[in-house]
């Protein structure tokens, strides 16, 4: 029970998360990294991203997936 309990406030505080994003369409050239570092592969124009607070974009599936498996929900790349 303690673990489902704590599968939920992780669930809660990821969709706490994404809510507080900002999901977006956007243009390559715009995109500070070349990559996700999720999947690795190159960003294409019009991809769909999710920018987090901390301004990291990633593939938007990529990291719906990562943080649904993960027990944090802070940015894999600078941890805020």
């Not at 706490?16 to 715009?30: G, P, R």
């Not at 999720?38 to 599936?61: K, S």
């Amino acid at each position: 029970a303690a673990s489902e309990g704590q599968d939920s406030a992780v669930r809660e505080s990821f969709e706490t998360f994404l809510s507080e994003s900002t999901i977006s369409w956007v243009a390559v050239q715009t995109i500070e990294h070349e990559s996700c570092i999720f999947c690795h592969e190159a960003f294409e124009p019009l991809d769909r991203l999710i920018t987090l607070q901390c301004m990291h974009f990633f593939h938007y599936d990529c990291a719906v997936v990562w943080f649904r498996k993960s027990e944090t929900v802070t940015c894999p790349v600078c941890n805020v």
